[in-house]
C-alpha cells in the first residue's frame, strides 16, 4: 500500500513540474468568415480562438458575412484598424452578420457564451 501512495505521488510531482503545452488557454470559439454576404463563397474558419483577446481578421481574407459557433459570441470592429471597447457588430450562434459587403472588418474580439 505504502509504495502505491509513493508512486502516485510521484508521478503527480512529475506531473505538476512538466511544463505546460499550451501557452495561452483555448475556449474552443469558433468562427467562420465567408466572402460573400449571406454565407456564399469559401469560408474560412478560425478554430480555438482565444477568448477575450483582440485578434486580426487573417491576411487575405475578404468577410462578406461571419457566424460564430454555439458556445460563443464575437465582436467585429470595421470602424478602426483594431478592435474598440464596444464593437461595430455583434454575432451570436442565432444572430449572424449576414450582410458586411462595404465594410472592411479589421479586427474581431470573442468571448465564451455559456447561455448562446
Keep these: 500500500m505504502q509504495l502505491i501512495v509513493t508512486t502516485v505521488l510521484a508521478l503527480l510531482g512529475a506531473a505538476s513540474a512538466a511544463p505546460a503545452r499550451n501557452i495561452q488557454a483555448r475556449d474552443g470559439i469558433t468562427i467562420t468568415f465567408y466572402p460573400e454576404a449571406n ?3 469559401e469560408p474560412t474558419v478560425v478554430s480555438d480562438v482565444v477568448s477575450n483577446q483582440c485578434q486580426q481578421v487573417p491576411e487575405g481574407v475578404t468577410v462578406g458575412s ?3 459557433a454555439s458556445g460563443g459570441l464575437c465582436r467585429l470592429t470595421y ?3 483594431t478592435c474598440t471597447l464596444h464593437g461595430d457588430v455583434f454575432v451570436f450562434p442565432d444572430t449572424p452578420a449576414e450582410d458586411l ?3 472592411t472588418v ?3 474580439l470573442c468571448q ?5
Design 112 to 116: 465564451t457564451c455559456t447561455e448562446c
Design 79 to 81: 470602424s478602426a484598424p
Design 101 to 103: 459587403t462595404g465594410e
Design 39 to 41: 454565407f456564399g463563397g
Design 106 to 108: 479589421t479586427s474581431f
Design 66 to 68: 461571419v457566424k460564430v
